[in-house]
């Protein structure tokens, strides 16, 4: 079966730093993109970054470019999400989903549809 687990998250102080980790079972990671998204209470979905099936192509949101970064270690079967310089407006829930991938993420990997597998969420509170 199929299964991607989310954990790192947490409390931290404003400007503070979180990594998250996705690791998955059940597939081979090589052949599926990864992107993470999150879910503020009382707001919709929105993608956070997406990598391709090779590491070599990443997108971000606009409102995390140049604080989050995303990697991938396909041998330890994990997807890393590095967040720095962390504000009140990232509290959410942040979810790791997969799709069936190829060497470029696409212009439109930030929609939720498109993903076949979620994880169950890791929470993470920016709060002083």
């Known amino acids: 079966q199929l299964q991607l687990v989310e954990s790192g998250g947490g409390l931290v102080q404003p400007g503070g730093s979180l990594t998250l980790s996705c690791v998955y079972s059940?597939?081979?990671?090589?052949?599926?993109?990864i992107a993470w998204f999150r879910q503020a209470p009382g707001k919709e979905r929105e993608g956070v970054s997406c990598?391709?099936?090779?590491?070599?192509?990443?997108k971000y949101a606009d409102s995390v470019k140049g604080r989050f970064a995303i990697s991938r270690e396909n041998a330890r079967s994990t997807v890393y999400l590095q967040m720095n310089s962390l504000q009140p407006e990232d509290t959410a829930t942040y979810y790791c989903?997969?799709?069936?991938?190829?060497?470029?993420?696409?212009?439109?990997?930030?929609?939720?549809?498109?993903?076949?597998?979620w994880g169950q969420g890791t929470p993470v509170t920016v709060s002083s």
């Open positions: 059940g597939f081979t990671l090589d052949y599926y993109s």
């Open positions: 990598i391709s099936i090779g590491g070599t192509s990443t």
């Open positions: 989903a997969a799709v069936i991938g190829g060497d470029t993420v696409p212009d439109t990997w930030w929609l939720s549809s498109e993903y076949h597998y």
